[in-house]
């Protein structure tokens, strides 16, 4: 099946500094990625829909230029969190579109500490 | 998409069925019933989707009501790994461009 790779697993950083997420498509090229944060005790929120080729688009009240967003080629998409502090602390999860089966494959997600 | 309604939380004994219902009175004839699920500080992973007819997997069993108005999702044999947040999203066939939106969920608590 569909397999969503997403690293690191887990990051600390120091406020003010930046941290890169990948979300690679492993067996099947993904049109189409987004990205989530999740807060403790709570669901899953969109942040972001990336397209291949094309600008990311945010949900109301994401900033774009904080949650920086690439997405290179079919396979990878990268989240960068830029000038982080204690606040963006959530855990990250991004997910595929199969471009052939449209199902949503998810990654295992990032736990990003900010201290 | 539908929105859905789900009952917080459920316990159920280990090795019995769990059996978790979901209302979404809205859904459109076009929409499609999707399942998925998260385990503690994991991704969410996919279990069963279903339009109309029920449908049965190695994970589980999807039972949709005639007027679709509801449905339940059925662990035959609940272990304690089966312990996770499970939502019912309603969600249209190949998901247009959009991100999947995630209720509240049922906490599914497999009881020893």
């Known amino acids: 099946g569909a397999v969503v790779s997403q690293h690191p697993s887990w990051v600390i950083c120091k406020s003010g500094t930046s941290v890169k997420i990948e979300c690679r498509s492993l067996d099947f090229q993904a049109t189409t990625m987004f990205w989530y944060r999740q807060f403790p005790k709570q669901s899953l929120m969109l942040m972001a829909t990336?397209?291949?080729?094309?600008?990311?688009?945010?949900e109301q009240g994401v900033e774009k230029d904080k949650f920086l967003i690439n997405h290179a080629s079919l396979t990878l998409s990268t989240l960068t969190v830029t000038s982080a502090h204690p606040e963006d602390s959530s855990f990250y999860i991004c997910?595929?579109?199969?471009?052939?089966?449209?199902?949503?494959?998810f990654g295992s997600g990032t736990r990003l500490t900010v201290v | 998409d539908a929105k859905t309604t789900q009952p917080t939380s459920m316990d159920c004994a280990e090795g019995r069925a769990a059996n978790l219902p979901c209302n979404h009175s809205?859904?459109?004839?076009?929409?499609?019933v999707y399942w998925y699920r998260q385990i503690h500080s994991q991704g969410p992973q996919y279990i069963i989707h279903?339009?109309?007819n029920n449908e049965t997997n190695e994970m589980a069993s999807l039972i949709i009501t005639e007027d679709r108005k509801s449905s339940t999702l059925i662990l035959p044999h609940a272990t304690l790994r089966d312990t996770a947040v499970y939502y019912c999203?309603?969600?249209?066939?190949?998901?247009?461009?959009?991100?999947?939106?995630f209720g509240k969920g049922t906490h599914l608590i497999i009881q020893p």
């Open positions: 997910s595929a579109r199969d471009r052939v089966y449209y199902g949503y494959t």
């Open positions: 279903g339009l109309k």
């Open positions: 809205t859904i459109s004839g076009n929409e499609y």
């Open positions: 999203i309603g969600m249209y066939s190949g998901g247009g461009a959009d991100g999947l939106t």
């Open positions: 990336s397209n291949e080729g094309s600008k990311a688009t945010y």
